[in-house]
């Protein structure tokens, strides 16, 4: 990872959006994910205004705080939004004002610009659907489904059964997750592990993650039905999640079993 920054320190983030390629109804999500990693500090949008196409965003841009760039489209089939974007994203890179990017889009013709971001050693992130080209999300940092953003019923009712048949029975509690999980995941998530571990032969969860999406930037637990990372790993056969307070709050600690 060419990026000195870890994902957990907060700096400022452009939140640049394609307009023709995102979901309006996704925004407020779209805005708290890129919180996780930093402070939204510029926020636009790009499309032809004129287009009913972008009227959906029209309702919601001012509830967020998203500036419009208007960008005609002079022919049809492919617009220019992709162009003005990546212009735009070059001149807040060489500002020298923003420490890291969050591009809004599931096309791949912002692959180029996401990897040029990185060799300037910023924190750059993508958000799109799962249709996104593996090379664009490969070139990002890390890289979110927004299917993984849509509200889901919590599994918790599901777990709960499968607990007492832990308790009676002795079955593995990994059993159904392992299932979702492909082989090339399992292989991430030992990978990332490994290379996580303290002189303990322990690794905190912090690390673990960054780790994991250094390997693979689209990995995300909620994939899976799960809240958390450490809730994932919760529901391995391989590895115990320990407790482990710091400061009156608890950094948990994997370890194989």
């Known amino acids: 990872m060419m990026n000195s920054k870890l994902p957990e320190t907060k700096f400022n983030i452009a939140v640049l959006i394609d307009g023709d390629n995102a ?16 402070k939204a500090t510029i926020r636009r ?5 004129t287009s009913q196409q972008m009227n959906s965003w029209k309702s919601i841009i001012n ?11 002079y022919t049809t089939g492919k617009n220019s939004t992709d162009s003005s974007l990546i212009i735009d994203a070059m001149d807040i ?11 809004v889009s599931s096309d791949s ?7 040029r971001i990185r060799e300037e050693g910023l924190f750059v992130m993508g958000i799109g659907e799962k249709k996104t ?3 664009f999300v490969k070139s990002c940092e890390v890289f979110t489904f927004t299917e993984n953003l849509v509200t889901k019923e919590p599994e918790k009712p599901k777990e709960k059964p499968k607990a007492e048949t832990i308790a009676t029975s002795g079955k593995s ?8 999980l492909s082989k090339e995941d399992l292989a991430t998530i030992n990978k990332a592990f490994e290379i996580s571990l303290n002189e303990e032969e322990e690794a905190h969860i912090s ?4 780790n994991i999406r250094k390997i693979d930037p689209s990995f995300d637990p909620r994939s899976y039905g799960f809240k958390s990372l450490t809730k994932l790993f919760e529901n391995l056969d391989k590895y115990e999640v320990l407790k482990n307070e710091v400061g009156g709050l608890n950094h948990p600690l994997i370890k194989a079993k």
Request: aromatic residues 10%.
């Open 23 to 38: 979901q309006p109804k996704l925004i407020k999500e779209i805005i708290e994910e890129v919180s996780k990693y930093g």
């Open 93 to 103: 890179l060489h500002g020298k004002n923003i420490e890291g990017f969050c591009i």
């Open 45 to 49: 949008i790009y499309g032809d205004w």
């Open 109 to 115: 013709d912002y692959t180029g610009l996401a990897k």
């Open 207 to 210: 690390k673990l993650g960054a």
């Open 173 to 180: 509690k990994s059993s159904n997750t392992s299932a979702k």
């Open 63 to 73: 509830q967020h705080s998203i500036s419009p760039i208007q960008k005609f489209s």
């Open 133 to 135: 080209p593996e090379a």
